[in-house]
Every structure is written in C-alpha cells, then in structure tokens.
C-alpha cells in the first residue's frame, strides 16, 4: 500500500456523496490453498481506487504484534473509507474491488458513517439551517459552541499548528 498523496485522488468526507466504510476480511490461509491473492492483486486494487475517485483512506489490516514491523503481523483484511452517492453505490464499489472478485475475502461489510470533528473548526454555520427559518436547528453550531464553553479550541487562532 502507498499513501495517495495527490489530493484530487483523496476526495474529503461527502464531497461526492456519503462517507461509507468497506471492512474486507480474508479468507483463511487454508481456503487459499497456497494461492497469494492479496499480492497478486495488490497493484489492481490500488489502480481501481485510484481510478475510483471516490477513496478518502484506505490500508490492510493487520494481526497486533508488539512492534510494527514485526513479519509475524500480516495482514488478515482491509479498510477503505470512500465516498458513494447511495447503498447500491457502495455495494457495487466493494463487489466490483479486484481482491474481492478473485475471492481474498470471507467477509465484506459496507456501513455509512458520520465524521465527528472534535476541533469544532470545521464546522459550517449554516450547514444544517435554512435561511429566516428558525425551526432548523444547527446541532453542530451548538455542539462549536458547547466545546468553547468547555474550553476546547475552536477558533482558529487557537489551534494554529491545524492551519496550513
């Protein structure tokens, strides 16, 4: 694996839809009957994120081991936190991965989910509010403002290691 580090390629939380987790977990060794799959399609997966557009983050998952370069941690699965404008989306970019069609993985599970931003500084005011219309709540201008009141840096000239 290889960090995407050309931004287009690594599209924030919802840009182009909703921010979904694939959770891939391999098939036992002894179902793959000696056969590396994972190697043999690593440089395939990488192309077809890439290509996707849709990838936030992505990386194998590995058995713990006390340090990290340890052999002995290898890797049973992976995660890929991307982007889909709906379930079937999502659903066809994981059954559609090319580890998953030459048969790496036991399992696959696709979930969406929500970011939360403990800084507060990302936070936009009228994200979730209509204008003149005071029904809407904004629940994320209130929890800004609950975390300054706790304390927690939310402004920008408190947390300038964060600005680039």
Do not use: C
């Amino acid at each position: 694996w290889r960090h995407i580090k050309d931004y287009t390629l690594r599209m924030d939380d919802g840009r182009d839809g909703y921010p979904n987790v694939l959770i891939q977990m391999d098939r036992p060794a002894e179902e793959l009957s000696g056969t590396d799959i994972r190697s043999a399609t690593e440089e395939a997966k990488l192309e077809y994120m890439i290509r996707s557009r849709k990838v936030i983050a992505a990386g194998p998952l590995h058995l713990p081991t006390e340090i990290k370069d340890d052999p002995s941690s290898m890797p049973v699965g992976d995660i890929v936190f991307f982007n889909a404008m709906d379930r079937d989306g999502a659903v066809e970019f994981a059954e559609n991965d090319p580890a998953a069609l030459a048969g790496l993985y036991e399992t696959m599970r696709v979930h969406k989910y929500n970011t939360l931003d403990i800084t507060g500084k990302f936070i936009s005011e009228n994200l979730h509010t209509l204008e003149g219309n005071d029904d809407i709540v904004n629940r994320h201008l209130i929890l800004k403002e609950e975390m300054r009141a706790e304390g927690y840096p939310v402004d920008d000239e408190q947390t300038s290691w964060f600005n680039y």
